[in-house]
C-alpha cells in the first residue's frame, strides 16, 4: 500500500521546507553541507560499515550546525536502516524540536514509540498532534491544498488515536472530492484499513522499527 507514503510524506519534505520559508536567514554551513552530501553519497554504497561512517559524517555536519534539518533526517534514516533504535529515537526528537509546531513529528514519534512498546507516550504524541493540526486547519481556507493535506493527515492520526469512525469519515469526504480515479480509489482503499495495518505500514515506509 503506497498510499500511506503519499499521506504522510509531507512529514519530512514539505514541513522540511516550510521550516526554511519561515528561517529567511537561514544558510546551511558549507561544511556541514559538505558532510552531509558526503554522508548520503558513502551510504549508497549499502554498506553497514560504510553508512556507520556515513553516520557519523551526519554527526560531525549537526554538530557544527545543530539546525541542519536535513543531516538529522539522513541520520534518522540510516540509524533506523542499522537497527541503532535508541540513536534513532534521540535524532527522532532533535528534529521535533528543530520544528516543534509541526504536528506530523509528533505523529513520526508516536508511531515510533508505540512499536518500541511505549504506548502512553506515543498516545501523548497524537493528542499534541491532533491540537496542532486543528489549530492550524483553524488558520487556512478549507478548498487550498495545504488544508486538504493536513486535515488528512489529521485524518490518519484519529485512526492512531482509536477515533477510526471520525478519521475514515474525514476521509471519504476528501475521497468524494477528488477528480483524478486512481487517488479516489486509493483513498477509499485506505479507509478500510485498520489502526493495526496502519502501523504495519508505517513501519514499511521507514524500515522495520527493531525493538529498544
Known amino acids: 500500500m503506497k498510499l500511506v507514503f503519499y499521506l504522510l510524506a509531507l512529514l519530512t519534505f514539505i514541513s ?6 519561515r528561517k529567511e536567514k537561514y544558510k546551511v554551513d558549507l561544511k556541514a553541507q559538505e558532510l552531509n552530501n558526503r554522508g548520503v553519497k558513502l551510504a549508497l554504497t549499502l554498506n553497514e560499515d560504510s553508512i556507520l561512517k556515513a553516520i557519523s559524517m ?5 554538530k557544527i550546525q545543530p539546525d541542519y534539518y536535513l543531516a538529522h533526517w539522513n541520520k534518522f534514516i540510516y540509524q533506523n536502516q ?30 515510533f514509540m508505540e512499536v518500541n512498546g511505549d504506548s502512553l507516550k506515543a498516545r501523548e504524541k497524537y493528542v499534541e498532534a491532533d491540537r496542532l493540526y486543528k ?9 487550498t ?29 476528501i475521497s468524494s472530492k477528488q477528480a483524478d480515479t486512481t487517488l479516489k480509489e486509493l483513498f477509499e482503499c485506505f479507509v478500510t484499513m485498520t489502526r493495526k495495518e496502519l502501523i504495519e505500514n508505517f ?10
Request: contains cysteine; aromatic residues 4%.
Open 58 to 62: 551526519l554527526d560531525q555536519a549537526t
Open 82 to 111: 542499522l537497527g541503532l533504535t535508541k540513536d534513532a529515537l534521540t535524532t527522532l526528537k532533535d528534529l521535533e524540536k528543530l520544528t516543534p509546531e509541526n504536528p506530523d513529528w509528533k505523529v513520526e514519534l508516536g508511531i
Open 145 to 173: 491544498e495545504p488544508y486538504q493535506m493536513i486535515l488528512t493527515n489529521r485524518a490518519v492520526n484519529l485512526k492512531l488515536l482509536g477515533y477510526e469512525n471520525e478519521g475514515d469519515k474525514i476521509l471519504k469526504e
Open 16 to 21: 522540511c521546507g516550510q521550516t526554511e520559508k
Open 203 to 212: 513501519k514499511q515506509r521507514n524500515g522495520k522499527y527493531p525493538n529498544l
Open 135 to 143: 489549530s492550524i486547519l483553524d488558520t487556512l481556507t478549507s478548498k
